[in-house]
């Protein structure tokens, strides 16, 4: 929203704004989670949000969303880099794909936990665009799909798949939330329309599709030849008792048609993300000892489980370079950077030359107590400071004003400048947790501050295939983490937490996997038309 800005706010944040585009290394100190957020949120120009788990980007990228109203993305982690894996959950590759053809086709800030910015990235994301009214060979893009990790199929039965019928694509793009259908008429696009993947319900036609690639392992048009010759010189370099099972896979790395994410070290597409993709982006480091700590634990643990895996015959040599190399770990030097931390001390990543101590605090929870909320925000006002609440919906906002009308509070619209606030503003926007921020005297409170429920629960659909409602023994199922296994049936299982109805899994060699019923999300339905092989727990996919 505009109302969040370095001059609105006053004090010294123009002073900090100043000197970011002079590209001086700036820290500020004394600042909690939801006053970072704020901060990050000020930012002008693209930037980049490292913190140092997945838990605290998903926390910063829902705050810096809705704080700075600009296009905020969010870049997960892959769950596995060493592995090859040919079936499996690949809705966090999806989501991997989709935040970086985002980022790279102008998205302005992207939230990003370390481990997601060490793993290797395609430099580009393939991305075809189709328009009603404009010639697009179908031939060519049913092949260049299918080059780009598209599944062709009977019935599109998930993202990532595509089938075609006469002059009739049917798509689901990794980037959208249904599939559409696509009409031709020649090589013309002449109606695009998404569909309900359930009920084939129509929804409104569309003047254009986006279609990110499925795979982040796109080869060159000529690269194939320099892709076998590298892969041969790879599995050359490795003993020759662990060379069968690299050799079977090569082999079905061929008969994809498409390139593995297996083999990005070998890609001349595959690049790193601060260097290749965002070297002109404001780096925001979130707690810099926390990152460094991180990224020494990750580099050590991929460090021994590539000499395990290396040594069983599970990786390449090339395997190793699934992560930038260690010794850039220094891959902050020479870029404009923010360091943001709670308390004062030595930033380790940054070496900053204004350092800014800002007087903000997180608010206290009032949790549906609107006495106690109520008696603060007099006092606010009283002090001459302005608030703002974050309801959550629009539904919120009236019975919240409602209630607080009672006290007889000014309600006042948010506007663009921090005069045009004068009393209490109520928004329906859904912020977790508010501040204050003392220089301009303004009190943020947050949803989560204001209530012990979300708005609203959504309710999730799943789709055909995506787990097993009941299932069924016989049935073969793929653990997004340890592969295909098969149902063998449930089990009461009882500990501390109490008892729990949990589902069997069979795998290899006899091993059993206890899936609790609450997590099925975790398994989806294998989709393969012949008797699978079962995985080795432990050993991949």
């Not at 303004?442 to 787990?467: C, N, P, S, Y």
């Not at 983490?481 to 049936?489: E, H, L």
């Amino acid at each position: 929203m505009s109302f969040f800005s370095y001059d609105n706010l006053g004090g010294e944040f123009p002073l900090l704004k100043e000197g970011l585009r002079q590209g001086l290394p700036s820290a500020v100190f004394g600042v909690p989670d939801e006053s970072k957020y704020l901060i990050a949120a000020l930012t002008e120009g693209r930037a980049v949000y490292i913190t140092a788990d997945a838990l605290s980007a998903k926390r910063a990228f829902e705050a810096i969303s809705v704080l700075s109203g600009r296009k905020t993305v969010l870049l997960p982690a892959k769950d596995e880099v060493l592995l090859y894996r040919r079936a499996g959950s690949r809705d966090v590759l999806y989501r991997r794909l989709t935040a970086l053809s985002d980022w790279q086709n102008g998205a302005d800030i992207l939230v990003a936990d370390i481990e997601a910015l060490i793993q290797l990235v395609p430099k580009k994301v393939s991305r075809f665009h189709l328009e009603v009214g404009r010639e697009t060979d179908m031939r060519s893009l049913v092949n260049a799909l299918s080059l780009a990790g598209y599944r062709r199929e009977y019935t599109v039965d998930g993202r990532g798949a595509f089938s075609v019928r006469g002059d009739i694509l049917d798509i689901w793009p990794i980037n959208c939330s249904h599939p559409a259908r696509v009409d031709f008429f020649g090589d013309e696009v002449e109606a695009i329309k998404p569909y309900d993947e359930e009920t084939g319900e129509r929804y409104e036609k569309r003047a254009f599709l986006d279609i990110v690639a499925a795979t982040d392992a796109l080869r060159g048009e000529d690269e194939g030849p320099a892709l076998a010759q590298k892969l041969r010189s790879e599995l050359a370099g490795l003993p020759v008792s662990c060379r069968a099972r690299m050799e079977t896979v090569a082999e079905e790395i061929a008969a994809d048609g498409y390139c593995s994410d297996f083999l990005l070290p070998l890609l001349e597409g595959s690049g790193e993300f601060l260097r290749d993709c965002a070297s002109d982006a404001l780096i925001i480091v979130d707690e810099g000892k926390l990152i460094r700590d991180k990224l020494e634990g990750l580099y050590r643990e991929h460090a021994e489980r590539f000499r395990l895996l290396l040594e069983g015959g599970e990786a390449l040599p090339c395997s190793l370079r699934q992560y930038i190399p260690a010794e850039d770990i220094s891959f902050l030097s020479g870029y404009r950077t923010l360091t943001l931390q709670t308390f004062m001390g030595n930033p380790f990543l940054t070496n900053p030359l204004r350092i800014f101590n800002y007087k903000t605090t997180p608010v206290r929870r009032y949790l549906n107590s609107l006495p106690d909320l109520a008696s603060d925000i007099k006092a606010w006002l009283k002090t001459g400071y302005r608030v703002m609440l974050f309801c959550g919906s629009a539904d919120r906002v009236n019975k919240l004003k409602e209630e607080l009308s009672e006290y007889y509070f000014p309600f006042s619209p948010v506007g663009t400048r921090l005069e045009e606030l004068k009393g209490v503003a109520l928004l329906s926007e859904t912020l977790s947790h508010g501040f204050l921020v003392h220089d301009c005297k303004l009190a943020v409170i947050g949803t989560g501050d204001l209530f012990t429920k979300a708005a609203a629960e959504r309710r999730i659909r799943r789709r055909r295939g995506d787990l097993f409602v009941a299932p069924e023994v016989g049935d073969y199922a793929v653990h997004e983490t340890y592969g295909i296994g098969r149902i063998t049936g449930t089990k009461l299982i009882s500990t501390t937490d109490g008892t729990k109805e949990y589902v069997a899994l069979e795998y290899k060699d006899g091993d059993t996997l206890y899936v609790p019923v609450e997590s099925m999300d975790v398994l989806s339905r294998y989709m393969g038309g012949d008797t699978p092989t079962l995985s080795k727990i432990g050993a991949g996919i």
